[in-house]
């Protein structure tokens, strides 16, 4: 039996189906109308046999981004990767491989978000502790250095350059190329904002 989530979005629903959902949800979420997303034991029984999450999101670590409440979404709606800048290690490439291949979920989301540290732990560009560095190094490449500044709006941009910065590592997966060429798969890139609550689309 086919396992309906919220808003009727199922296994069969299209990549912009599920994105016009995440996208209602994150609306509801910002207007403080939530549709109490099934979040029950019931609902934990309910897909405890099988997983067929509608998603695949790539987020930063960061514990003001709660993915499941700002979209409204409930248990078994999301398949989540999450590290410090949302960046695209092998192991994270792996896990959204699984994602989209083996879940067939149709959407693969990259969220960004205001004020991310590992984003600016870049920008200062200061010796780490430990593997940080490793975050950082990562970020790098997204780093606009012909128009460096410290000034907030370029802080957003470098925010928005690493989200499509780690969908190029993405789109160099065969795995994920090949369904995004066979229309199985959509990749988007988006932005959080702390401040409003709102998830915009960027790539």
């Known amino acids: 039996e086919t396992i309906v989530a919220l ?8 990549p912009d189906q599920v994105l016009e959902g995440l996208l209602e949800g994150n609306k509801r979420f910002i207007e403080n109308r939530p549709e109490a997303p099934i979040q ?5 029984k309910e897909v405890s046999a099988e997983p067929k999450p509608l998603v695949s999101i790539m987020g930063c670590s960061d514990s003001r981004v709660p993915l499941a409440v700002i979209f409204d979404r409930g248990i078994g709606d999301l398949f989540v990767v999450r590290d410090a800048g949302n960046i695209a290690t092998p192991e994270e490439i792996g896990s959204l491989e699984y994602g989209a291949a083996v879940l067939n979920t149709p959407l693969l989301m990259v969220l960004g978000h205001e004020k991310c540290g590992a984003v600016k732990a870049a920008l ?3 010796p780490l502790p430990g593997q ?5 190094a990562a970020i790098q490449p997204a780093i606009d250095r012909a128009n460096k500044n410290d000034s907030e709006e370029f802080y957003i941009e470098t925010i928005k350059n690493n989200v ?6 993405l789109n160099s997966s065969p795995l994920l190329h090949d369904l995004v060429e066979q229309g199985k798969l959509k990749i988007v890139g988006a932005y959080y904002s702390l401040k409003t609550g709102e998830v915009s689309i960027i790539t």
């Open 7 to 14: 808003d009727n979005l199922s296994e069969n629903s299209t």
């Open 40 to 44: 029950t034991y019931i609902r934990l």
């Open 124 to 126: 200062e560009n200061k």
């Open 132 to 136: 940080i560095g490793s975050i950082v």
């Open 164 to 169: 499509k910065l780690q969908i190029e590592k």
